[in-house]
């Protein structure tokens, strides 16, 4: 059985760094999409950043140049480093997994088969 299990999350101020960390436990790094998603009180679930077995990458508009998303199949770890956060990017944030490559799907969160728990980001100003 599959299980994603996150840290790394926390209270930040503004234009500070976090990296967070999801571990994987009976999921195989093959043809599979994983990927981060966050969400804020009131708001959708939205697609942070994902990443495909062969190591493509794709990220939010929101996100991009600041968060750097890889994985580590040796340690069955996907990460999300994030740098130069702003209040912005307070939400909770979860790590996604899925059976299949990403392509233009990555950021729907309906495609994803399993998830995390969820870890919580504040960063304040």
């Known amino acids: 059985q599959v299980q994603l299990v996150e840290s790394g999350g926390g209270s930040v101020q503004s234009g500070g760094s976090l990296r967070l960390s999801c571990a994987a436990f009976?999921?195989?790094?093959?043809?599979?999409?994983m990927g981060w998603f966050r969400q804020a009180p009131g708001k959708k679930r939205e697609g942070v950043a994902a990443?495909?077995?062969?190591?493509?990458?794709s990220y939010a508009d929101s996100v991009k140049g600041r968060f750097t998303i890889s994985q580590d199949n040796v340690k069955n770890t996907l990460y999300l480093q994030m740098n130069s956060l702003k209040p912005e990017d307070t939400a909770m944030y979860y790590c996604?997994?899925?059976?299949?490559?990403?392509?233009?799907?990555?950021?729907?969160?309906?495609?994803?088969?399993?998830w995390g728990q969820g870890t919580q980001v504040t960063v304040s100003s």
């Open positions: 009976g999921y195989t790094y093959s043809s599979t999409c």
């Open positions: 996604a997994a899925d059976y299949d490559y990403c392509s233009d799907s990555w950021s729907l969160a309906s495609r994803f088969a399993y």
């Open positions: 990443i495909d077995s062969d190591g493509s990458t």
